[in-house]
């Protein structure tokens, strides 16, 4: 028999790692609009869940509702689909109760910002340790196309045709604002790069919070489109320790994508009880 070099093993190895990650998805196919951004969102998660190696019994995956909420459906893991806005507290509570477990929150604009706005300042404040993904198409795609907690001022929307008349809110300064050790932003037309942040937010021991700007394909077709987003996206370069610069990117650069803020040093959750216990 023909020796095989190790290079030939190495090149089959490298093949074989890349489609593994189809483990991670379930046998449910995505309901989602052809082109929406969410595909992209989840290729990136599942190829970070492979490139950390996470089992899939290790791993859950939590929603509220929206198109962002059937998520866990399509994810080969533990998931809950919870109730709309309740995907922070029922991943936290979740963490608390299983630390061994790689808990992912996911949620839209409307769900974590509009309904769910309330457990923000709490999971953060906490620091407790779990991965927010915010599904950020600045409108809500499930209901067809009503302003949300991200929709910008004047644009017309299915619920304010002549115009939003609500300021939108900016999700990275309120992550930073609430306390949030680790801040990311990324896009989901990129899903290589959208995957280094996932997995760099996994790692982080704390609560991190990636807001993903993603199209809504169907119900907004002027602002956060594929376009725009293609034209205007950029990749920060940033000092990740830097609250006055991470502050100024939430102020000045809406576009910017990266990790924008990272406190390694603070302690999570659990391991403050732990001190605290001691
Ligand atoms: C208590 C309650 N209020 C309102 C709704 C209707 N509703 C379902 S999803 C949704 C908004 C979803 O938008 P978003 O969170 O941005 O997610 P997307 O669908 O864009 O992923 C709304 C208002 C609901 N299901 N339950
Ligand atoms: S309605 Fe919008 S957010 Fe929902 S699946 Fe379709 S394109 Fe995606």
Known sequence: MENISSDYLDEQLKTVKEIDFLQYRSGDL????????????????????????????????????????????????????????????????LKLAREDLTVF???????????????????????????????????????KGQSSSTTPYEKKTNSHPVGNPDSPLNPIKLALSYGASFVARGYAGDPQGLKETIKAATLHQGFSFIQILTPCVTFDKDYRTWKNLKENVYYLNQNENNMEAAMRIAEDEPNGVGIIFQDKERLHYQEILRQLNN
């Open 30 to 93: 995505p309901t989602w609009c052809p082109g929406c951004g969410y595909f992209g969102i989840m290729d990136a998660f599942y190829k970070a869940c492979r490139e950390l190696e996470l089992k899939q019994e290790d791993i859950a995956t939590i929603s509220g509702i929206g198109c962002s909420g059937r998520t866990p459906i399509f994810v080969n893991s533990y998931g809950f689909h919870t109730l709309h806005g309740r995907s922070i507290p029922v991943a936290s509570g």
């Open 105 to 143: 929150a996911v949620a839209g604009d409307g769900d974590a910002l509009g309904i769910g706005g309330g457990h923000l300042p709490h999971v953060a404040r906490k620091n407790i340790n779990i991965t927010f993904l915010l599904f950020d198409n600045s409108i809500y795609g499930l209901t």
